[in-house]
């Protein structure tokens, strides 16, 4: 193979292609998450401001604002804070459902073409044929799994070819658990000694419980199934 070989050259684009895109990513993460360059409270006052409309309004901007990497959890406790815990974890519902679908369009639209040119036509294909019978699972699974960013998941989600209903699906289900959590700590932040409170850490140490159980098992069964495929894609 020589260096002017065009199966070389666009591998290596591709993968500049995906660097770049995870370069992006990062930095945005960095100034929404670190540096804080969106105030929340000014948000907050701003939907506040719409009346009656506030809830589906504060739906669609935190839906924006967690595809553009603004951490789940706080917007989830601002809801808690302006519409109590019970609207409140339907509106972050609602925006968690709406990230997810915006992130995985977006990945899938930047960096789908080069994952799979990366990965190869027969680990491509065989890795499609998985996410098409247990994607909606992963989701689920991912969303369990403390400490694990929803957006930056979508996203790659999204690049690996996840479908869009899989994605908006498992987010619903994967992030109820999360989604009351902050919510109601929000809802709770004056007073966090309050039964509601515990109720939310109770609800979060199990549902960390389990996504630990669940990544785990998941992990070990995609890695079996991987090992029993590769003497037939061999043969």
Known sequence: MTDDDPSQTSRWRHGARLAACIVFLLTLFY????????DINSVRDMVEATGPAAPLVYVIVSALLGAILVPGPILAAGSGLLFGPLLGTFVTLGATVGTATISSYLGRR??????????????ANHLDTRLDRHGLWAVVAQRFIPGAPDALSSYAFGALGIPLWQMATGAFIGSTPRAFVYTALGASIGDLSAPLAYTAITVWCITAILGALAAHRTLRTWRRRNEEAEPTAKS
């Open 31 to 38: 100034l929404v998450a670190v540096a804080r360059v969106i």
């Open 110 to 123: 930047a960096g789908r073409e080069s994952a799979r040119a990366l990965l190869g036509p027969t680990r």
